[in-house]
């Protein structure tokens, strides 16, 4: 079994189920992938993204660019968002930003766990790892830090200046979607 990790996918919480099972993980598109089963988890892109900004806020110290930028207190939140996702769109600033695609590079994938249901989806799992223990999603953030972000993305427009860039995500996160409905 081969886990592809895409940060910002609960990553802990796989490394944490993963733990003394027999796969391998790859996030750094340096294994050969041939013969393996492959999972990963995907996630809503707009979530990913707000909760990548968070991460990059979370690092951040007062001589950092990412203090300077976002947790200035004196710069409105639309003018913090504004210029993280201008820095965003001009480089690949930080792995959490990076579309889930990237990571994926093409590969067949077996099994999609989606983020938003995956205490269900980790369900599927089970037999594959031959584990009985409990398969738990951890490290979870609380959802009222993420909604006012989420909020001022969707309403000040910057989502929709933005959602280029995910465009292949927001699809693969869709057929995702549409796959689950059917199942």
């Not at 976002?70 to 930003?97: N, S, W």
């Not at 000040?156 to 699809?171: F, P, Q, V």
Request: net charge negative; charged share 30%.
């Amino acid at each position: 079994m081969l886990f592809v990790n895409i940060p910002k996918n609960a990553s802990a919480s796989m490394k944490q189920i993963m733990r003394g099972c027999d796969f391998a993980e790859d996030n750094y598109f340096n294994l050969d992938r041939t013969g393996y089963y492959v999972f990963t988890v995907v996630r809503n892109p707009l979530d990913r993204f707000v909760s990548a900004y968070l991460e990059v806020i979370k690092r951040g110290s007062r001589d950092t660019l990412e203090y300077q930028f976002y947790m200035d207190k004196e710069q409105d939140p639309i003018g913090a968002l504004r210029q993280f996702v201008r820095l965003m769109e001009t480089c690949t600033y930080d792995e959490h930003v990076v579309p889930q695609v990237a990571y994926l590079d093409g590969m067949k994938v077996d099994l999609y766990l989606d983020f938003a249901f995956l205490s269900e989806d980790l369900e599927k799992l089970r037999p594959l790892l031959k584990t009985e223990r409990v398969l738990e999603r951890r490290n979870t953030t609380l959802q009222d830090k993420k909604r006012p972000i989420k909020t001022l993305l969707l309403t000040s427009g910057l989502w929709d200046e933005i959602k280029h860039i995910y465009a292949d995500d927001i699809a693969l996160y869709e057929r995702v979607q549409k796959e689950r409905m059917e199942t």
